[in-house]
């Protein structure tokens, strides 16, 4: 059939924008995957020779959802949740990743490009990899965007300074002083038994304040090049260099020898403790970005660590700015894993007042502090999907001033906002499906509240090769709020992130122009005393707070009791026919009359069959239980949540 001449014209400006684009795509390869390579990656692509490798990471687009894990996980014991966790994104990366593989390998082989890690917490793959490499490996249906894997600069993303001083201190040090630190130590509990990863420059480890805190691998043998463990890392004695890809994680006494002495640090010339948990241990992770970072926490996980610190931040007016939906993906599944995390916020205070700045509100609070927490105050009114980290703030040590540097709240989890604040932040990398949960709106909504907690800043830790200097920012506060977790880990070692999250808001010492959470100093002032007193008796059966009850009606009622409590500590249960709030002995307890004791347990851990004494409400088919410890160290004693129960009928 012949067509028309009109016909022909009509198909002549789709005919030309063809050839246009073919003529495109051979002067560049690369501009059919626009839409998938972040810009700046494409930039440095066009400026490197068909021989560099270049460092970029390639992220999948299928992803095991927040609705996968939440709330299933947080019933399950903290061991068999990260066991579980940890099954499910190892199986989901195997299987999806395997397209990306087979080509990486290929290229491999060609010497185009170099593995250098796989993650499952975010599904991406770290390479080293020239354009030709980059471009197959984007053009894969499985891979939904590639990024260039930059390294900021070290001043940077350091949020911390260090300063030489003579003054004399007292012998806990200034630090736990503010903290309150030392009083817990007084009953035990100084951090031994838990393991921290410490996610920063590296640490020198031969520190004479330190070598007594440092994490020794025990299932890898020194120096012979081999993985002894089969953790995938070969002679890493005592944690891993994320960025150089080695076991050398020695930073000459820099930034992350500062943050590691305010765990675990003793002065070697005087024998004082420095540290807010001088028995605990610390992993250490050395970084150089944002995705060496999330390969930090991953070996956190994978290597049993309780928890995670990072002095580490990355700020919106970066070239190139954070990748947001990642640190959002890390944070959900590494809180599903149980790992709580803390993170400096910037040291950028000083902006927030500016309409201009690049670091105004509401983007002040750098990433990934800037992640929702786990546990949400009832303070955020607007609700959205908790996230993994604890993002601190600074106070002057030893006084209620807040530090004149550390950022302020709240953080805009909203497309919108990215794009007013940054209008190159590129659109593609942005999750407008989940990560919209928190919107600002110019000041109209309520943001997500920012920062968490705020902890001591100015103290004294270890420097050098075997000296000591004042540490200053937000970099000095986090591994300072981090310290006391471990505290409270130490004294209830199945405390979930969500409950060590909540206990320390509510214990928190209140100190900003509001009841509870606001903006500038967030919850308060992290309490050591008073998050451990609280942390002890935050224990969970089967997800349930502090016990389970199960009631046989007969003509003998009796109750079947399941507690997760203090080992060895004398154990009372009441119980009442409904929840009213009575205050005894300063504990709080939400039993209404008529309540009675049932007799004590000598252990409060383990299964229990009591008899119930007759209560005539039982009839109605509900009762309440409430738990109570003695606790003679934190005392006199503490209360658990009340737990209502109805029968059916």
């Known amino acids: 059939m012949r067509r028309s001449s009109h016909q022909w014209l009509g198909l002549l400006p789709l005919a030309l924008a063809s050839i246009a684009s073919a003529q495109e795509s051979m002067r560049d390869p690369l501009a059919p995957l626009a839409e998938k390579l972040h810009p700046y990656l494409r930039e440095q692509l066009g400026r490197a020779s068909d021989t560099q ?53 290929s290229e491999s082989a060609a010497g185009r490009a170099k593995i250098v890690s796989r993650n499952f917490l975010g599904n991406f793959v770290r390479v080293e990899a020239t354009r030709q490499a980059i471009a197959a490996a984007a053009a894969l249906p499985s891979v939904r965007e590639a990024w260039f894997d930059y ?24 630090g736990p002083l ?29 520190h004479p304040a330190l070598v007594n805190g440092i994490w020794r691998n ?36 820099g930034h992350g020898t500062s943050c590691a002495g305010v765990f675990v640090a003793i002065d070697h010339t005087n024998q ?5 948990c001088p028995g605990a241990k610390l992993m250490t992770g050395q970084l150089s970005g944002e995705a060496s970072q999330w390969d930090a926490i991953q070996y956190a996980i994978r290597n049993g660590a309780d928890g995670q610190t990072s002095s580490h931040s990355y700020k919106l007016y970066f070239n190139p700015p954070p990748n947001y939906a990642m640190h959002r993906d890390v944070g959900e599944t590494s809180l599903a894993a149980g790992l709580i995390r803390t993170n400096s916020t910037s040291n950028d205070g000083g902006s927030c007042a500016s309409t201009t700045n690049a670091a105004r509100r509401p983007f002040n609070i750098s990433a990934p502090g800037c992640l929702p927490p786990p546990w949400i105050d009832p303070n955020q009114t607007l609700i959205g999907r908790e996230g993994g980290v604890l993002g601190i703030g600074a106070h002057l040590v030893g006084t209620q001033t807040l530090a004149s540097y550390t950022p302020c709240g709240p953080f805009a989890w909203h497309w919108n906002d990215v794009r007013v604040n940054s209008p190159a932040y590129p659109a593609g990398q942005w999750d407008s499906i989940n990560d919209n949960d928190y919107p600002y709106a110019a000041g109209t909504l309520q943001g997500l509240l920012k920062p968490d907690l705020t902890a001591p800043t100015g ?31 130490q004294a209830n070692p199945s405390i979930t992130p969500e409950d060590m999250a909540m206990a320390a808001h509510l214990t928190a010492r209140p100190t900003g122009a509001v009841s509870g959470k606001e903006n500038t100093y967030g919850a308060g002032q992290i309490d050591a005393w008073e998050l451990v007193r609280l942390a002890r008796n935050l224990h969970r059966v089967n997800g349930e707070v502090a016990h389970t009850v199960s009631l046989a009606l007969s003509s003998t009622p009796s109750l079947d009791l399941e507690i997760d409590g203090l080992p060895a500590a004398p154990f009372f249960l009441l119980i009442g026919t409904g929840l009213q709030t009575q205050t005894i002995s300063g504990i709080t307890l939400r039993l209404a009359n008529p309540s009675v004791l049932l007799g004590s347990v000598l252990d409060a851990q383990g299964s229990f069959h009591l008899i119930v004494p007759t209560i005539p409400a039982l009839a109605g088919l509900s009762f309440a239980t409430q738990s109570v410890i003695f606790d003679p160290a934190f005392g006199p004693f503490t209360g658990s949540n009340a737990v209502l129960t109805h029968l059916l009928p």
């Open 178 to 206: 503010d903290t309150r630190a030392n009083l817990v130590w007084a009953q035990g509990i100084d951090g031994t038994g838990v393991v921290w990863m410490n996610s920063d420059s590296g640490c020198n480890i031969a």
């Open 53 to 105: 490798l270049l460092p970029a990471y390639f992220v999948i687009g299928a992803k095991l959802s927040y609705e996968h894990f939440f709330p299933r996980v947080r019933r399950l014991p903290l061991a068999e949740r990260r066991a579980t966790v940890v099954r499910e994104l190892e199986e989901h990366m195997l299987r999806t990743q395997a397209e990306l593989m087979a080509v990486l390998a």
């Open 459 to 489: 103290t004294r830790t270890s420097s050098g090769t075997s000296s000591y200097s004042n540490f200053s920012g937000t970099s000095n506060a986090t591994p300072s709020a981090s310290s006391v977790l471990v505290l409270a880990k």
């Open 272 to 276: 004082d403790t420095l540290g807010n």
């Open 151 to 174: 390294a900021p600069p070290a001043e940077a993303v350091e949020d911390g300074s260090r300063a030489t001083s003579s003054a004399p201190l007292p012998a806990p040090g200034n």
């Open 218 to 253: 025990p299932g890898e043998i020194a120096g012979n090049s081999r993985d002894d463990d089969g953790n995938g890392y070969a002679d890493d004695l005592v944690g891993w260099d994320f960025g150089a890809n080695n076991p050398d994680v020695n930073d000459s006494g």
